[in-house]
C-alpha cells in the first residue's frame, strides 16, 4: 500500500466514524427539536427554555454516567 493509500484508507475510517456517532446522535437531536418547537408554538419563549433545559439534562445525564465507567 502506497502512502496515497493509506492517506486514504485513514480519512476513510475517519469519515465512517463521524458517520456512526451522527447515526447515533441523530433522533437525540430530533427529539429535542421537536420538543423544543412544540413548546414554541405554545409561547416563542418556551421553546428555547425547553431547549435550553433538555440539553443541560442531557449533559448532566452524560457526566453522571462517565463517571461511573
Not at 42 to 50: D, I, K, L, T
Not at 57 to 68: K, P
Request: proline share 4%.
Amino acid at each position: 500500500m502506497d502512502r496515497w493509500q493509506a492517506r486514504w484508507a485513514g480519512v476513510a475510517g475517519a469519515v465512517g466514524l463521524a458517520v456512526g456517532a451522527l447515526g447515533r446522535a441523530l433522533p437525540g437531536l430530533a427529539g429535542l427539536g421537536l420538543v423544543a418547537y412544540g413548546a414554541w408554538l405554545a409561547w416563542p419563549p418556551a421553546g428555547f427554555v425547553a431547549a435550553g433545559l433538555l440539553i443541560l439534562a442531557d449533559q448532566v445525564a452524560d457526566r453522571i454516567v462517565g463517571r461511573r465507567t
